[in-house]
Structures are given as structure tokens and as C-alpha cells.
């Protein structure tokens, strides 16, 4: 526990602490400075609040097992560190996640689920590349703009709740999966299916509207 009085996590404060298996930042927590968690290879589970809002360089370095991430700072995952995740399973972006980067879950090959922030407008190039245990993916509706690059790899994803209002980019953005894709639900904000939306589904057995859709 950390008195209040504290809003800096120093320069390697944690650097060696193998014995700490999960840590939930404190909401008093402003600043994380450079790798404050170095080589904490016992860490499991990781949470990150949103008053976080300033962060080193390599901060998360050596923490090879993370496999639990709850993460509500508006700075991407990707820039902070310092390295992917490789055992992670299980992802939870917040509200004030807005952006994903390139490469931000990159090659996390025991990755299965990921809660996707309401909020996030843009999924950038290779962001889950290689994530081929990830099985499901929802799609927020305030999405801008997903690279078509930004899931390949993917293979593996059989069930697309497909909120964004580019019903096209569905083919595209799901390009290496798009052969085992079994079910896809249309998501309550799209008002258009266009053509070719489908285009490679060849498993494809099931299509389901939600109920809180208007139009379909």
C-alpha cells in the first residue's frame, strides 16, 4: 500500500522483485520513471489506472509472465514496455484508451481474449499480429479507422462481433482468419451490410443481429 502523499514510482524501484506475482497501480500514482518494474519475472497480473499519465523509458522490461493486463492509461502499452508480452492471455484496454500503435500486442501468441476500449478510434498497423490463440474479437463503434494489417496473422478467431460502421473492412481486416470465421454478429450501431463484406467466410454458419440494432 502506498501512503497518498506518493505520485512517483522511482527510477528501478521494483528492479530484481521476483517474488511480486500481481500489482494494481494506485489511483494516487501520476508518474512510472524507467524500468521501475526491471526483471519482476514473477509478476502475473498488472494493473494500470488512468491517472498514470507520465512514463520512462522500458518501465515493464524483464516482466516476461505478465499473462493478466488491465490497462486505463491513455499512453499505449507498446511505448512503455520496453518489450511484448509473451505469456499473456487476457487483455482489458479502459475508457481512456483511444489508440492502439503499431505493434502494441504483437506477436502475444498465448493471447485469448481481448476487451477493446469503448472509446478507441484507431487500430494501427500489425497491433495483434500473430495473436493465433485469440479466438473472438469485438469491435467498438467509435473505430475510425482499423489498418488491414492490424490482425494478420490471426488465424485463429472464429467469432467477430462487428460493430464498425465500415462494413467492408470486415474482408479486409480479417483477411488471415477469414477462412475459419464461423460466427459474426452485426453490431447494434451499423445501419449498412455493403458488398463483399464476407468475402473469404467459406466456414461461415452463423450470423446474428443484435438486439439493440435498429435496422436489421
Not at 488491465?70 to 511505448?79: I, Q, R
Not at 505469456?87 to 479502459?94: A, E, H, I, N, P
Not at 493465433?132 to 472464429?158: H, K, R, Y
Amino acid at each position: 500500500t502506498f501512503p497518498t502523499s506518493v505520485s512517483t514510482i522511482g527510477e528501478c524501484a521494483f528492479y530484481g522483485c521476483m517474488g511480486i506475482t500481481s500489482f494494481t497501480i494506485p489511483s494516487n500514482i501520476s508518474i512510472i520513471e524507467s524500468w521501475a518494474f526491471l526483471d519482476c519475472s514473477g509478476l502475473l497480473s498488472l494493473n494500470v489506472p488512468p491517472t498514470v499519465t507520465e512514463f520512462g523509458t522500458n518501465v515493464f522490461l524483464g516482466c516476461n509472465n505478465i499473462q493478466t493486463l488491465e490497462w486505463n492509461s491513455k499512453y499505449s502499452p507498446a511505448l512503455v514496455a520496453g518489450q511484448s508480452y509473451p505469456s499473456l492471455k487476457s487483455v482489458v484496454l479502459g475508457d481512456e484508451v483511444t489508440i492502439l500503435l503499431p505493434y502494441t500486442f504483437s506477436n502475444c501468441t498465448a493471447l485469448e481474449s481481448v476487451e477493446l476500449s469503448p472509446n478507441l478510434t484507431r487500430i494501427s498497423q500489425y497491433a495483434f499480429k500473430n495473436c493465433n490463440s485469440l479466438t473472438s474479437i469485438s469491435f467498438p463503434s467509435g473505430l475510425n479507422f482499423i489498418d488491414s494489417d492490424a490482425f494478420q496473422g490471426c488465424d485463429n478467431i472464429e467469432t467477430v462481433y462487428w460493430n464498425y460502421r465500415d462494413s467492408i473492412a470486415m474482408a479486409r481486416v480479417l483477411a488471415s482468419a477469414s477462412s475459419n470465421i464461423k460466427k459474426v454478429i452485426i453490431g447494434k450501431d451499423i445501419t449498412c451490410i455493403e458488398g463483399r463484406a464476407f468475402t473469404g467466410f467459406t466456414n461461415l454458419t452463423s450470423i446474428e443481429v443484435d438486439p439493440a440494432n435498429k435496422v436489421y
